[in-house]
């Protein structure tokens, strides 16, 4: 999947920027709060302000009534976000959890003139219940995470803390720019569409540029980055303790990796750990047969050094792209399941470690048939 430029006759990638080389945190945090709908699954929400105070001296980046009448608060980062992120939030819970609604219509009152009750019902063409203390959940948004923040997240999450993660993208179209989001770990609840047409001067609606489409039954947004990024983890600290030079790339619905020494094209020769079957987890080697000529026919003559290691099935495509798979499949883990993952990464780890070595010894017999 990607953005791409077109007009014409011509057609080019949109190439993505990083945010934190061209902007400061304040320049998001500005353009969310004109337009809450970028974090907010397309919907929009009413603005109480931002760099709200905490009552230990943090500050909230935005806060916002939602369709629902729920307070949203978020925390903005540029760049990737650190660890220390979820100490933030967790002080924003306790916060936010504190307030009551003269607190909220102070916000309001500020912003809008009028208590939240009467903005909201002009914003929302609905009344907003204040039946007991209001009720929030929690952004973070950034252009990465740190691995350590998603354990801590799904960890929450799983408590039943409210709480979302989202990435954002940014590009330059000339002197465009484009912001792509997308939410990566936790759920965005739907929200009743205004009933009125919003006033001059308040954020209007607009698709988001990306909603994370991979949610699983059961597991909802993000659960292919939560999967992803704990064995891109684990893969790392094997590569680390094996010696192996390693390249690879979190994508929506797969983990491709290898080695970065191998003389082919990364997408034409990979390992892979995918979720596009649903409800398990498919583990694989994954090669054009026609640019590896032979290593089918080499690796079933070997097949007793790997068979009994790694359980896969050998098959070729029929595809006009011909393709060979050695292909084994695990139950998909429960999100926030660490032991299920660890034993997922197990098949990883065995596949990687029994074919590597095969291989390397393909590519060499090959090279030196090539320099005879």
Known sequence: MG????????????????????????DVQVWVNQCPAMINAGCPMLPLGMEIQTKHGLSIDNL???????????????????????????????????LEWDAVDQL???IHGRPAEQAFGSFFGRP???????????????????????ESAVLLINTGMPLALMTFTYFRVGSAEVLETATVLGDIPAQAP?????????????????????????????YNAWLFSNLARKLTELAEQKGWSLRSKVNQMSLPFAETSWPLPFGDFHFRVDVHKAGVVSIRL????????????????????WGGVFRGVMARSS?????????????????????AVSRTFDEVAKMTEVLTPLIRRYFAEIKSIASR
């Not at 007009?7 to 945190?25: I, K, M």
């Not at 011909?322 to 499949?329: K, S």
């Open 3 to 26: 953005l791409f430029i077109v007009g014409g006759e011509t057609a080019a990638p949109l190439v993505r920027v990083a945010f934190s080389d061209t902007h400061l945190e304040r």
């Open 64 to 98: 916002f009534l939602d369709g629902n009448g729920t307070l949203v608060a978020v925390e903005m980062k540029r760049g990737r976000a650190p660890r220390d992120v979820i100490a933030q939030i967790l002080e924003y819970a306790s916060f936010i959890k504190g």
């Open 108 to 110: 309001s009152h500020k």
């Open 128 to 150: 907003l219940s204040k039946a007991g203390n209001p009720t929030f959940r929690l952004v973070v948004a950034a252009e990465s995470f740190d691995a350590r923040v998603f």
């Open 194 to 222: 205004p009933n009125v047409i919003l006033p001059a001067g308040l954020p209007t609606p607009i698709p988001t540029a990306s909603q994370d489409s991979t949610a699983l039954p059961g597991a909802g947004n993000g």
């Open 286 to 305: 994954h090669f054009r047969t026609d640019v590896a000529p032979g290593l089918p026919e080499f690796l079933t003559a070997h097949q007793a050094v």
């Open 319 to 339: 595809s006009v792209t011909p393709n060979t798979l050695i292909t084994a499949t695990v139950p998909q883990p429960a999100m926030g399941d660490q032991q």
